[in-house]
């Protein structure tokens, strides 16, 4: 199983920021509590305010990690962000999900699997 799948799977028990992060838990410097409790607050949406997409966030966090940098903004996170708003239509959840327009975007799934793969490429 591709880590991008697995990341996928454990959207099913999962919020979305949680998922991504799981799926990099093996080359991540934190345990699957300290992983999940970083991710927590990012379900539906930032602050499950429907705002930016807790895969996104995740991606974003792990791209962080595993960059090692401590200062300034990782020269890789504009064109991950990018990157998603291309694969998946839109960087807000409340957009992703059609909530306004009645059209979704890209499944919550998808948008896991699109960020891991995101990060893979960029790291």
Not at 14 to 38: G, K, S
């Amino acid at each position: 199983m591709t880590r991008s799948e697995n990341g996928a799977l454990l959207k099913r028990s999962h919020n979305c920021c949680q998922a991504v992060l799981l799926a990099f838990e093996d080359v991540l410097p934190f345990d699957r509590d300290t992983l999940l409790m970083l991710g927590s607050t990012f379900g539906s949406g930032m602050g499950g305010m429907m705002g930016t997409c807790g895969a996104l966030v995740g991606a974003e966090m792990v791209l962080g990690l595993k960059s090692g940098q401590t200062k300034g903004m990782n020269g890789n996170s504009r064109a991950l962000f990018t990157a998603f708003e291309e694969k998946c239509g839109a960087s807000r959840c409340i957009d992703i999900k059609g909530v306004l327009t009645g059209r979704v975007l890209c499944s919550c799934e998808d948008c896991v699997r699109n960020a891991v793969e995101l990060v893979e490429m960029r790291s």
